[in-house]
T-cell receptor, first 113, second 111 residues
Framework: DVKVTQSSRYLVKRTGEKVFLECVQD?????MFWYRQDPGLGLRLIYF???????EKGDIPEGYSVSREKKERFSLILESASTNQTSMYLC????????????FGPGTRLTVL | QKEVEQDPGPLSVPEGAIVSLNCTYS??????FMWYRQYSRKGPELLMY????GNKEDGRFTAQVDKSSKYISLFIRDSQPSDSATYLC???????????FGTGTRLTVIP
């Protein structure tokens, strides 16, 4: 079974703080993804990575950065958290064959006050 | 126009009913189609994964793809209260890494 874990289930931060969200997968997947999920808007892709140290912007990268120093770990960084970044953040991974699908972690519900 | 459209519901049905969930899409290059189930405050879990047109059955769940109409469906037979969740459709092109998601349909099965 694919296992994707996220460092926190719930997080409360203050405006202006730097926030790190960590994701780890244990299936040697090539690709990793960060999404945010908001009511009525569905899942929106922030960034994805197809290899160590490689990254691509998704649909809404503004205000976020990512880091992938090891294959199994993909971090999402909010450089200066703002209230409009309050959301559910979901990490996913996929094998990267082109025919496979994505497997999700449990999510981190971030509240920025 | 969004690439993938999904009726957000909410949908409430009595226990034992047959449920039909649907998505339409605009990109004819989509070849892989998925349904995810997401319980409240949890991450989506993969439920069904199909390639191109046709039907796929897994227990009480049947996924159907009609590429000519750009329409996919998920049928749930003998629905149970434990099926209460949000159902997300997703799809992608061959060789692509990115998935395109519907916004999800919230389903409640009433005992």
């Amino acid at each position: 079974d694919v296992k994707v874990t996220q460092s926190s289930r719930y997080l409360v931060k203050r405006t202006g703080e730097k926030v790190f969200l960590e994701c780890v997968q244990d299936m040697d997947h090539e690709n990793m993804f960060w999404y945010r999920q908001d009511p009525g808007l569905g899942l929106r892709l922030i960034y994805f990575s197809y290899d160590v140290k490689m990254k691509e912007k998704g649909d809404i990268p503004e205000g976020y950065s990512v880091s992938r120093e090891k294959k199994e770990r993909f971090s999402l960084i909010l450089e200066s958290a703002s209230t409009n970044q309050t959301s559910m953040y979901l990490c996913a991974s996929s094998l990267g064959t082109g025919t496979d699908t994505q497997y999700f972690g449990p999510g981190t519900r971030l509240t920025v006050l | 126009q969004k690439e993938v459209e999904q009726d957000p519901g909410p949908l409430s049905v009595p226990e034992g009913a047959i449920v039909s969930l649907n998505c339409t899409y605009s990109n004819s290059a989509f070849q892989y189609f998925m349904w995810y189930r997401q319980y409240s405050r949890k991450g989506p879990e993969l439920l069904m994964y199909t390639y191109s047109s046709g039907n796929k059955e897994d227990g009480r769940f049947t996924a159907q793809v009609d590429k000519s109409s750009k329409y996919i469906s998920l049928f749930i037979r003998d629905s149970q209260p434990s099926d209460s969740a949000t159902y997300l459709c997703a799809m992608k092109e061959t060789g692509a890494n990115n998935l395109f998601f519907g916004t999800g349909t919230r389903l409640t099965v009433i005992p």
